[in-house]
Every structure is written in C-alpha cells, then in structure tokens.
C-alpha cells in the first residue's frame, strides 16, 4: 500500500505541477470540486440529478480551465513544451477529453432520436423525463469514461497505475477544495498565474 499511495502523490503532484497553473483554472477547479461533492451526495438521493450537475457544472466548469485558460506555451518551471505534458498525462489528455466532452455533448440526440435508447430506458414523455434520461446516460457515460481510462492504463503500464488514476479521480473534488479553496481571493488581488505552482506538492 506504500507504493500505490507514493504514486496516488506522485499523479496529483504532476497533475497540479505541469496543469494547474492559471489561477482561473483553478478557481473553476474550486467550482467543479464542491459541485462534485455535492453529486456525490445527490447519487444516494437521485443519481440521475447527480449526473447532471456533475456534466453540467462540475465537468464543463472544470474543462473550460484547462481548454481556455491554461497556458499552452513552454513551461519554463517543469521544462517541459505542452506537447511533452500532454503525451505523458495519466489520464485524459486535451484530445481524449475533446472526445469524451463530445460524446457527452451529444448523447441527448440519441435519446431525441431513439427515447427508449435501444430499450434500455423507459421512454420519456415529457421534458423532465428526457432530462432525467439524460442524466442516467450521462451517469453511464462518466461511469464508462472512468473504467475505460482505468483499464487502458492496466495494458499501457500496470494494474496499480490504473487503480492509482482511478482514486484520484474519484477523490480529486476533496483534494482540489483543499488545495484551490485561496485561488479566487488571488484572482481577485490580480494574480493571474500562481507563483508557487511547482512548490507546492514537492
């Protein structure tokens, strides 16, 4: 177990270091983390609710900083070129998110075109139905996202890396809260980038 945490550090170390820069980023991390948890306690009352905060605050809040705020260019700190982090991420990199944010986004179509979903789903009747539906496909969606990564990472590397990764997802709202909870008041004060981003995991 001292290995799978010693690398569950190691992930979000990297994460933080070479991808939260931008102090809007992480301000909409701030976002995204405390819209997670309160999924996480919506999946007891209704999951299909839960995903639908999940999608559309926390993940589109969360993806907006990376895709528009972060910066792309050379990162002098980590000497590394973007085209470098992104070949060595973990997880879903910016390519592989374009492409789960676009199944995402165009899920609801499927239900528009086939209401029960292949009978999968009792079709809806009505608007708050299909939005119901909706976030049950969206819930299978991220439940998919996240078993399809965790177990590409099993051939890509080892088992632990992929049971390391999938931890860190789930527990990265609890984690982020901590980490990012100062970043708006910095916003505010006019720090855009953050100073300290590759200090504050070592």
């Given at each position: 177990m001292r290995g799978f945490f010693s690398e569950l550090h190691e992930q979000r170390w990297?994460?933080?270091?070479?991808?939260?820069?931008?102090?809007?980023?992480q301000s909409l991390h701030l976002v995204s983390a405390v819209s997670f948890l309160c999924a996480y306690v919506l999946l007891f009352i209704?999951?299909?609710?839960?995903?639908?905060l999940a999608w559309l605050v926390s993940m589109?809040?969360?993806?907006?900083?990376?895709?528009?705020?972060?910066?792309?260019?050379y990162d002098h700190i980590n000497r590394a070129t973007h085209a470098y982090k992104e070949e060595i991420k973990v997880g879903y990199n910016l390519k592989r998110k374009v492409v789960l944010m676009s199944i995402w986004a165009l899920s609801p179509f499927a239900l528009y075109v086939a209401p029960g979903f292949f009978g999968l789903m009792t079709p809806h009747s009505n608007p708050a139905e299909f939005v119901h539906n909706t976030g049950l496909l969206w819930l299978w969606i991220g439940i998919g996202g996240l078993l399809f990564r965790t177990v590409h990472l099993f051939f890509l590397r080892d088992v632990q890396a992929g049971l390391v990764w999938c931890t860190k997802i789930l527990t990265d709202p609890f984690h982020d809260a901590k980490l990012y909870c100062k970043a708006p008041l910095y916003l505010l004060q006019g720090q855009l980038i953050d100073p300290d981003h590759a200090s504050h995991g070592a």
């Open positions: 990297d994460d933080h270091r070479y991808y939260h820069h931008s102090r809007i980023n209704d999951p299909a609710l839960a995903a639908v589109t809040s969360r993806q907006a900083g990376h895709f528009f705020f972060e910066p792309k260019g």
